[in-house]
């Protein structure tokens, strides 16, 4: 049960499609309907690993409790048993936890009250 790597940077936007659209005609970065897919292929955990980085729109809930108008996803492995030790120490930690075809979620706040998601990713098929 540990982090093994970043999964990815979600940010706030009064108006997405237009920051996207910048990000695209200047930067070339293209999105996906989950934000930018940054991809690579040396992920132990998956079939072919990715870096995610996504705009959100500023009304979004998707960051609560935390204020900060980022999140970043840090992936793990041990997800069940890493949130277990983070309620064992005191730790802030949603009583959410999500399982999808992508992995499994789990939402922790660190000491400055900024929402962090805990990404463990679905096994190689």
């Not at 979600?10 to 930067?27: C, I, V």
Request: proline share 5%; net charge negative.
């Amino acid at each position: 049960m540990s982090v093994t790597g970043f999964g990815g940077l979600f940010f706030k936007s009064a108006d997405p499609e237009k920051l996207y659209a910048w990000y695209e005609k200047h930067l070339g970065i293209k999105r996906t309907e989950y934000g930018v897919m940054f991809k690579w292929a040396d992920d132990p955990n998956a079939a072919e690993g990715f870096t995610v980085w996504s705009i959100f729109p500023e009304s979004t809930k998707y960051f609560d409790p935390g204020k900060a108008t980022f999140m970043m996803n840090l992936r793990v492995e041990g997800l069940k048993d890493l949130l277990a030790k983070l309620r064992s120490e005191g730790a802030s930690v949603d009583d959410k936890y999500e399982e999808s075809e992508y992995g499994n979620f789990g939402w922790v706040m660190d000491p400055d009250g900024n929402r962090i998601e805990l990404w463990e990713p679905a096994a190689k098929k």
